[in-house]
T-cell receptor, first 113, second 113 residues
Framework: AQSVTQPDIHITVSEGASLELRCNYS??????LFWYVQSPGQGLQLLLK??????LVQGIKGFEAEFKRSQSSFNLRKPSVHWSDAAEYFC???????????FGKGTTLSVSS | KAGVTQTPRYLIKTRGQQVTLSCSPI?????VSWYQQTPGQGLQFLFE???????NKGNFPGRFSGRQFSNSRSEMNVSTLELGDSALYLC????????????FGQGTRLTVV
């Protein structure tokens, strides 16, 4: 079965500290992987995507993610978190066109001062 | 370039009624996907339309249907509304070329009473 697991429902990080959000996937075909962020009452904004090539991908707002095929993981990282990063983060797997996405349940990030 | 536009933003309907939601994709995008977001189930894929044809379908009952017009605008319809249909419905458009991603609208918040 195709699925995405985000083990952490809620994470609190101090401002300026580093962040890692975990994502594991199960997908029958070549996985195309995405991280989206959602602020309250808003739609989803793409942070970064992985299709092929370099397994470390850079995204917007200083985020990066590393694809590890052997671990079926695509973890999101940021070296220094800002208060404005507080939001809900979704990992997703889909096809080559980025449609028919299967999402994880999301991780809510809180940032403490 | 205008983003994905969903109308209306908010809706309140009564159980048993039907509802139609509208989505205007980014100009030039030929694929439109619909997702349901609820606190319990998270983000779930409903269906995708490409060139007026349903290309992919999620695991939802037949009460949920959609269509796409020749200008790529899409509508989704939910008949015989149930309380559990209360959700944020998100539309996403994609150029549907290789190595692209989906762009999301801000959603329609449907409340069934």
């Amino acid at each position: 079965a195709q699925s995405v697991t985000q083990p952490d429902i809620h994470i609190t990080v101090s401002e300026g500290a580093s962040l890692e959000l975990r994502c594991n996937y199960s997908y029958g075909a070549t996985p195309y992987l995405f991280w989206y962020v959602q602020s309250p009452g808003q739609g989803l904004q793409l942070l970064l995507k992985y299709f092929s090539g370099d397994t470390l991908v850079q995204g917007i707002k200083g985020f990066e993610a590393e694809f590890k095929r052997s671990q079926s993981s695509f973890n999101l990282r940021k070296p220094s978190v800002h208060w404005s990063d507080a939001a809900e983060y979704f990992c997703a797997v889909g096809n080559q066109a980025g449609t028919a996405l299967i999402f994880g349940k999301g991780t809510t990030l809180s940032v403490s001062s | 370039k205008a983003g994905v536009t969903q109308t209306p933003r908010y809706l309140i309907k009564t159980r048993g009624q039907q509802v139609t939601l509208s989505c205007s994709p980014i100009s030039g995008h030929r694929s439109v996907s619909w997702y349901q977001q609820t606190p319990g189930q998270g983000l779930q894929f409903l269906f995708e339309y490409f060139s007026e044809t349903q290309r992919n379908k999620g695991n939802f009952p037949g009460r949920f249907s959609g269509r796409q017009f020749s200008n790529s605008r899409s509508e989704m319809n939910v008949s015989t509304l149930e309380l559990g249909d209360s959700a944020l419905y998100l539309c996403a458009s994609s150029p549907s070329n290789a190595d692209t991603e989906a762009f999301f609208g801000q959603g329609t918040r449907l409340t069934v009473v």
